[in-house]
């Protein structure tokens, strides 16, 4: 079945660094969908990718869509405390009939 | 306009129980999933409902666990005979459609002693 794995899975920064985490699939994705968990909270939806190549910018937060729609990245510049939590992808595979939700990778941020 | 709520927020049972868990999702949406989210691990899909569909229920981990719908309204999930390995928070989510933006309530912390 479709495998999504998240690397790293957990990521320690000062506050100021730059923050990367991938999202691998092992088969070719329909679209690819963005979720952030705050500690102790719920996972809340923060953007879609759809094309191949796709690049989508909010504030500090660039979201990109390979070429191969197999992988997907989300970049932070110059991360706060307020960016602390677990960042989940979530692939939708190519038949568009099933989403799965990746490993997540913890970013954890200190002054 | 209103999230979506679950029910109760917090449930301790005695191993070989059963509970039930229950979700109200945003009005209109026709979408409605169930994950399970063990401490620091990540979402683990269990089943999810579109429309007058048959649902999906290809993420179940085992025949004690089932799920209705009715209509696009109120989502139930009953845990028969609770072992303590389904010790976890219970979330739902719904979205307009399948597979737009989901939306996720607070959750269920359920505990089997």
């Known amino acids: 079945g479709q495998q999504v794995m998240q690397i790293p899975q957990y990521q320690h920064v000062q506050e100021g660094e730059d923050f990367t985490t991938y999202c691998n699939s092992s088969?070719?994705?329909?679209?690819i969908q963005w979720y952030k968990q705050r500690p102790g909270g719920h996972p809340v939806f923060l953007i879609q990718?759809?094309?191949?190549?796709e690049v989508k910018k909010q504030k500090r937060l660039t979201f990109q869509f390979g070429e191969a729609k197999k992988n997907s990245s989300l970049h932070i510049t110059a991360t706060q405390t307020t960016d602390v939590g677990t960042y989940f992808c979530a692939g939708l595979d190519g038949t568009a009939s099933k989403l799965t939700f990746g490993t997540g990778t913890r970013l954890q941020v200190t002054l | 306009g209103a999230g979506v709520s679950q029910s109760p927020s917090n449930k301790v049972t005695e191993k070989g129980k059963d509970v039930e868990l229950r979700c109200d999702p945003i009005?209109?949406?026709?979408?409605l999933y169930w994950y399970r989210q063990r401490l620091g691990q990540g979402l683990e899909f269990l089943i999810y409902?579109?429309?007058?569909?048959?649902?999906?229920k290809s993420g179940l981990p085992s025949d004690r666990f089932s799920a209705e719908r009715t209509g696009e309204s109120v989502s139930t999930l009953t845990i028969q005979r609770t072992q303590q390995e389904d010790s976890a928070v219970y979330l739902c989510?719904?979205?307009?459609?399948?597979?737009?933006?989901?939306?996720f309530g607070p959750g269920t912390r359920l505990t089997v002693t």
């Open positions: 990718l759809v094309k191949s190549g």
């Open positions: 009005s209109g949406h026709t979408a």
């Open positions: 409902f579109q429309g007058n569909s048959a649902p999906d």
């Open positions: 088969t070719t994705l329909s679209n």
């Open positions: 989510a719904s979205s307009l459609v399948f597979p737009s933006e989901q939306y």
